[in-house]
Structures are given as structure tokens and as C-alpha cells.
């Protein structure tokens, strides 16, 4: 009888397989990092504009109580270009401004007047201003008696921390990636679909051994046993 070897094993159905059950996990795993920094990035925004109600807020109050526009601007300008500090724009209800602490390449700063009708239906509104490229406040407005303020502040350190969370974020999505991709062509190799050669080891080495012939029915073959001998019938 001639002896052969089993065929070695068709990568095409295992790489097939192995997408098939990577593509889900993949999907899934790349909705979660998205949302994981959709929710990081909103939840740092959020925080951005906090001083600035605060901030609003407090010089409304005191322009209500009959302190000048000057008074509560603040006699220091913050230059928007280079400028951390917070700032306060003060505007009479036509949109005109009154008083100023920011000031872009030395002078007053054009703040979008469509914020104000916002203001008037809502009471407040929050606004992400770019007064040119490259620099960029988060604002918020609010009504005081003779107008409207605004609070502002740069969001340069906002972005790097979005930046330095989206780095970490697509660093740990690349790695699931390639974990999951590992993952799932070793269980598509040792666990092939129906019928087909597994990958396990000595699954498929070596020649194949000839089967033994199947005795007949009227034959006996001894078979130990404790009390002498039994046959089997």
C-alpha cells in the first residue's frame, strides 16, 4: 500500500475566516475610541468656558450696580495673539463696544455681533471665537442693564490637551487593532471552518498510517480479564 502526506493547509479560508472575526471587533473597537474622545474633548471644552461664565457673570453684576464699563474691564490690554489671560468685552445694546481689555495687534478686537441676538432670547450664549487663524477663545456672553459682555480666554492649552488625548486615543486603537488582528488569525488557523486542515501543531505532519482490517463477525479475538479469558463475540 503507498504511503502520502496531508496536503498542507489553504491560507485563503483562514485569512478569510480570521477577517471575518476581526472586521466586527475592529468596528467596534474603533466606535469606542471615538467616543471615548468625542466625550474627552467635550468634557474639556465644557470646562473651558466655566471661568469665563463665572467671569461674565460677575461683571454684569457689577455693571448693573453702576461701576463704569472702564472700571470693569481693567486698565491692562491682553493681546489676543500671544495672550493666555482672560479678557472682558463690554457692549452697549446696539453691539457697540464700550470698554475692552483685549486688543489684536493693538487694537480693539471686531467681536461677531449675531452672538447678541442669542443673548437676547437665551440669556447667555457660548461661542468659540477666531477673530484670525490661529487664534482661537472660548467666549461666553451674557445681558447686563445697558447691554452685553463678554468673557473671554484662549483655548491654545484646551486644543493641546484635545491633541495629546487624540495621540493617545489613536495609540491605543492602533494596538487594540493589531492584538485583535493577531488574535483572530490565530483562532481562524487552530479552529478552520468545517472540513478544513487545522494549523494546530501535528495536526497535519507526517505520512498516514494504514487502518488495520476489520475482522469478521465470526471471528474471536482474546481480551484480558481478571477471571481467565474472554472473546469477543
Request: aromatic share 6%; proline share 10%; glycine share 12%.
Amino acid at each position: 500500500m503507498s504511503h502520502h502526506s496531508a496536503s498542507p493547509p489553504a491560507w485563503g479560508p483562514v485569512l478569510a475566516r480570521a477577517v471575518a472575526i476581526w472586521l466586527p471587533i475592529a468596528a467596534a473597537a474603533t466606535g469606542l475610541a471615538l467616543l471615548v474622545y468625542g466625550a474627552a474633548q467635550q468634557g474639556l471644552r465644557q470646562q473651558a468656558d466655566d471661568p469665563q461664565v463665572a467671569l461674565a457673570e460677575n461683571a454684569a453684576a457689577r455693571l448693573d450696580a453702576g461701576v463704569g464699563p472702564a472700571s470693569v474691564a481693567g486698565a491692562e490690554p491682553v493681546e489676543l495673539e500671544r495672550s493666555l489671560d482672560p479678557f472682558v468685552l463690554i457692549f452697549d445694546p446696539s453691539g457697540h463696544l464700550l470698554a475692552a481689555s483685549a486688543t489684536l495687534h493693538g487694537q480693539p478686537p471686531d467681536y461677531p455681533g449675531g452672538v447678541f441676538g442669542t443673548v437676547r432670547a437665551r440669556g447667555q450664549d457660548h461661542v468659540t471665537w477666531q477673530p484670525e487663524p490661529g487664534v482661537r477663545s472660548a467666549t461666553v456672553a451674557v445681558a447686563w442693564q445697558g447691554g452685553f459682555v463678554v468673557a473671554g480666554r484662549s483655548l491654545r492649552l484646551t486644543e493641546q490637551h484635545e491633541d495629546l488625548i487624540g495621540m493617545m486615543v489613536t495609540f491605543g486603537w492602533l494596538v487594540t487593532m493589531a492584538l485583535v488582528a493577531g488574535a483572530a488569525l490565530l483562532v481562524a488557523a487552530v479552529y478552520p471552518p468545517s472540513g478544513g486542515p487545522s494549523l494546530a501543531l501535528g495536526s497535519w505532519a507526517g505520512p498516514s498510517r494504514p487502518r488495520a482490517p476489520d475482522p469478521g463477525p465470526g471471528s474471536r479475538e482474546p481480551l484480558p480479564g481478571r477471571a481467565g479469558r474472554l472473546f469477543q463475540r
